[in-house]
């Protein structure tokens, strides 16, 4: 078995990743890289016997991923979201990322080649699917933190330029005013020279003034004005909101583990009354006895906050009220509600949102 392979080369194969890496790299190493590539043959290892013992459609898409890349809440793509975010604090590059990953597939296709071993299509398959997400996870983060690097740079910028101009406009008004005073006390005429300097003076005010009101239209403050929240305590206040509701129907809801870095802007009764109504739809549409699975979570620059139904609805969810009023409620939060089904995933209420960090 394949897995039984995986499991017995364990050390083997993280050795030769771990040599591939430092052949390659022109940066230091570090043992949280280690440690994510580890948690990805492991959870591999765990998808691979998962697959194997159950039949069910969508059994090791928690651990493995969608089979088509379809956004989804998955423990290796967990995984390879905090392994993109440290190889960016890291200092590595992109293409280290992607390469990563790809050293797994080379051990382990060498070390069958030395065992002399083959395994099955769908095998083979199920790797390059765990590889796909796993990568497409950790590159989506690694581009978020490096372009949020970015910009935090290019905000220093602005405070910088800003308080240049600051310092233009403390300069300039001291000049006016020394040169009303001198004025004042001479009785000079404002034709003389002393009048051209407060001129002057005033003109470099009036453009100093004009930069910034110009600076004030092009900044986006709106989302300034939103309340910022902490996306596992919210979702955990959600948790515990509706989960005395979903008892009552004799149904389970569960919340997985939430990075508490993440924060999501918006006011709380707002984004709480979206996602109880959607809640209150799938409640609605399940069975006694079914579990229905809820996860917060980054994707690259947005925040998905999935609600995964036990079974596919019937066609009138599509047009439940409850989905149009939280449509309605997150047009004022920049957020849009996704459905996602086709047989490819499991039946997925999602809302999407803007991704925010809770300070430091």
Same mark, same amino acid.
């Given at each position: 078995?394949?897995?039984?392979?995986?499991?017995?080369?364990?050390?083997?194969?993280?050795?030769?990743?771990?040599?591939?890496?430092?052949?390659?790299?022109?940066?230091?190493?570090?043992?949280?890289?280690?440690?994510?590539?580890?948690?990805?043959?492991?959870?591999?290892?765990?998808?691979?016997?998962?697959?194997?013992?159950?039949?069910?459609?969508?059994?090791?898409?928690?651990?493995?991923?969608?089979?088509?890349?379809?956004?989804?809440?998955?423990?290796?793509?967990?995984?390879?979201?905090?392994?993109?975010?440290?190889?960016?604090?890291?200092?590595?590059?992109?293409?280290?990322?992607?390469?990563?990953?790809?050293?797994?597939?080379?051990?382990?296709?060498?070390?069958?080649?030395?065992?002399?071993?083959?395994?099955?299509?769908?095998?083979?398959?199920?790797?390059?699917?765990?590889?796909?997400?796993?990568?497409?996870?950790?590159?989506?983060?690694?581009?978020?933190?490096?372009?949020?690097?970015?910009?935090?740079?290019?905000?220093?910028?602005?405070?910088?330029?800003?308080?240049?101009?600051?310092? &233009?406009?403390?300069? /300039? +008004?001291?000049?006016?005013?020394?040169? @009303? !005073? *001198?004025?004042? =006390?001479?009785? %000079? $005429? #404002?034709?003389?020279?002393?009048?051209?300097?407060?001129?002057?003076?005033?003109?470099?005010?009036?453009?100093?003034?004009?930069?910034?009101?110009?600076?004030?239209?092009?900044?986006?403050?709106?989302?300034?004005?939103?309340?910022?929240?902490?996306?596992? &305590?919210?979702?955990? /206040? +959600?948790?515990?909101?509706?989960?005395? @509701? !979903? *008892?009552?129907? =004799?149904?389970? %809801? $569960? #919340?997985?583990?939430?990075?508490?870095?993440?924060?999501?802007?918006?006011?709380?009764?707002?984004?709480?009354?979206?996602?109880?109504?959607?809640?209150?739809?799938?409640?609605?549409?399940?069975?006694?006895?079914?579990?229905?699975?809820?996860?917060?979570?980054?994707?690259?620059?947005?925040?998905?906050?999935?609600?995964?139904?036990?079974?596919?609805?019937?066609?009138?969810?599509?047009?439940?009220?409850?989905?149009?009023?939280?449509?309605?409620?997150?047009?004022?939060?920049?957020?849009?509600?996704?459905?996602?089904?086709?047989?490819?995933?499991?039946?997925?209420?999602?809302?999407?949102?803007?991704?925010?960090?809770?300070?430091?």
């Amino acid at each position: 078995m394949f897995y039984e392979f995986l499991s017995e080369n364990r050390s083997w194969l993280l050795d030769r990743c771990k040599a591939y890496r430092i052949v390659r790299s022109q940066t230091s190493t570090d043992d949280r890289t280690d440690e994510a590539i580890a948690f990805f043959l492991d959870k591999l290892i765990e998808s691979l016997k998962v697959e194997l013992a159950t039949s069910s459609t969508h059994a090791d898409d928690a651990i493995a991923g969608s089979t088509v890349g379809i956004p989804t809440h998955f423990d290796i793509g967990t995984s390879a979201t905090e392994h993109g975010k440290e190889m960016e604090r890291l200092g590595f590059n992109v293409n280290d990322v992607v390469h990563s990953y790809g050293d797994m597939c080379h051990a382990i296709v060498e070390r069958a080649i030395q065992q002399g071993l083959s395994f099955a299509v769908e095998e083979y398959r199920l790797l390059n699917r765990c590889l796909d997400n796993a990568v497409a996870n950790a590159v989506s983060e690694f581009t978020y933190q490096h372009d949020s690097d970015l910009a935090s740079l290019q905000a220093d910028d602005e405070s910088q330029r800003l308080g240049a101009i600051a310092n &233009e406009l403390r300069n /300039q +008004l001291g000049t006016a005013t020394l040169a @009303v !005073a *001198a004025i004042k =006390s001479r009785e %000079l $005429t #404002l034709g003389g020279t002393t009048g051209t300097i407060l001129e002057r003076s005033l003109q470099s005010l009036g453009r100093l003034v004009e930069d910034m009101l110009e600076y004030a239209e092009h900044k986006d403050s709106s989302s300034d004005l939103l309340e910022l929240l902490s996306l596992r &305590e919210f979702m955990m /206040q +959600l948790l515990h909101t509706v989960e005395p @509701v !979903a *008892a009552s129907l =004799s149904l389970k %809801l $569960t #919340l997985s583990d939430v990075d508490p870095s993440l924060a999501i802007k918006g006011g709380h009764e707002t984004l709480q009354a979206a996602l109880a109504g959607l809640l209150q739809a799938a409640f609605q549409f399940s069975h006694a006895g079914e579990q229905i699975h809820m996860h917060a979570y980054a994707n690259g620059k947005r925040i998905l906050i999935d609600i995964v139904c036990p079974s596919r609805p019937n066609d009138s969810l599509v047009q439940h009220p409850a989905l149009a009023v939280a449509g309605q409620l997150l047009n004022g939060l920049n957020g849009k509600l996704e459905l996602r089904d086709g047989g490819l995933v499991p039946y997925t209420l999602s809302l999407a949102l803007p991704r925010y960090s809770m300070p430091t």
